[in-house]
C-alpha cells in the first residue's frame, strides 16, 4: 500500500515511517495524520517488527501544521471562524489531529523519533509523541505560535521535561538545538548530523532484541503511569486553549498582519521578540 503524504517501510525487524512532503519542510496535513494512523496500524498487525522510525524527508522533520493558507487568505476557514466562534466546532477538529500525534504515543511498539532539520509548533508535538527521541546536534525543537496562535495540544513538553523546563520553552516560544534538548533531558541523544542515521539504527536495534511482549508491557506500564496524572485531561485544556489562541484579540490581529504581509513576514514578528502591542497595535 502506498500513501500520499509518508512513506513507509520495513526492514528485518524494523518499521520506518518518513513523513514525505519535502516541499513543505513535512508540514502537517490531515491527510498525513490519516495516513501516519494507517501506517502504525499496519507496524502493530505485523508481527515480524519489533521497533518504528518516524523521521521526515528532506531538509526537516516536520515544520509544523500547514498554516500559510489559513493565515493568509481573508475570511473563516478550519483554523479560524468568523465571530462569535463555536469552541467546540473547534475543538472537534484540532482533537482529531491530537489524536493522530497520540497514535505513537498508544502504538503497542516502541517509537524512536529521528530529528534534523526543524520540529517546530505541531511538529514537536509530534516528535514529542515519539517514545525515545534522537536529534543532530544542530537540529532546532520548540513551539513558537505559544507567543501568539498556538498551544500544543498533546501538552507533552510537561511531561517530557517537567514544569519548570516547560515553562522556559512555552513561556518564550524559543527554539533550541539537540544539544540543549538533550541538556534539558527533552531528547535522548544529540549527535552530529553525519551521525545520525548510525545512531537511530543503534537504539532501534537494540530494542528489536527484545521479545514483543516486554517491550509492549514496558511501554503499556510507563504509559499508564501519565495517563493517571492527567494527560488525557490535559490535552483536552490545551486543545480548547489552541482554539482560543487563534480566536483571541491577539490571535485575530496575527491573522491580519498575516493577510496584510503574509504569514512568513508576520512570524518573524510574532518572534523578533518585540512587544507586540507596539508591532501590531494590541494589548498584551
Keep these: 500500500m502506498s500513501y500520499d503524504n ?3 517501510e520495513v526492514s528485518e525487524s524494523v518499521a520506518t515511517i518518513t513523513l514525505n512532503r519535502p516541499d513543505k519542510l513535512n508540514a502537517y496535513v490531515p491527510a498525513m495524520g490519516a495516513d501516519i494512523v494507517d501506517a502504525f496500524t499496519r507496524a502493530r498487525d505485523d508481527d515480524g517488527v519489533r521497533a518504528v522510525i ?3 524527508a528532506g531538509r526537516a522533520f516536520c515544520a509544523g501544521y500547514d498554516l500559510v493558507d489559513y493565515a493568509e487568505t481573508p475570511g473563516p476557514n478550519p483554523g479560524v471562524q468568523k465571530m462569535p466562534w463555536d469552541p467546540m466546532k473547534d475543538y472537534d477538529y484540532l482533537s482529531r489531529c491530537t489524536r493522530h500525534f497520540m497514535s505513537l504515543w498508544r502504538s503497542h511498539k516502541p517509537v524512536i523519533g529521528k ?4 520540529a517546530v509548533a505541531g511538529g ?3 516528535a514529542l509523541c515519539t517514545d ?11 513551539y513558537p505560535p505559544a507567543r501568539v496562535w498556538g498551544c500544543p495540544t498533546t501538552a507533552m513538553w510537561i511531561y517530557r521535561v ?5 515553562k522556559r520553552m512555552l513561556l518564550t516560544g524559543d527554539l533550541i538545538d539537540g544539544k540543549e534538548a538533550q541538556a534539558m533531558g527533552l531528547c535522548i541523544e544529540a549527535v552530529p548530523p553525519a551521525e545520525l542515521d548510525d545512531a537511530v539504527e543503534r537504539w532501534a536495534e537494540r530494542m528489536a532484541g527484545v521479545p514483543k511482549n516486554q517491550l509492549m508491557m514496558q511501554k503499556l506500564m510507563i504509559n499508564q503511569a501519565f495517563d493517571n496524572m492527567g494527560l488525557a485531561n490535559t490535552q483536552m485544556i490545551a486543545t480548547v486553549f489552541d482554539g482560543i489562541t487563534r480566536h483571541s484579540p491577539e490571535g485575530m490581529a496575527f491573522k491580519a498582519r498575516a493577510e496584510a504581509v503574509g504569514f512568513k513576514q508576520a512570524v518573524q514578528e510574532r518572534d523578533s521578540g518585540d512587544h507586540l502591542d507596539e508591532l501590531w497595535g494590541i494589548g498584551t
Design 6 to 8: 509518508i512513506l513507509f
Design 54 to 56: 518516524l523521521t521526515g
Design 115 to 118: 530529528v534534523h532539520g526543524h
Design 124 to 126: 514537536s508535538d509530534i
Design 132 to 142: 525515545l527521541l534522537i536529534m543532530a546536534e544542530d537540529a532546532k525543537i520548540g
Design 162 to 166: 517537567g514544569a519548570e523546563r516547560a
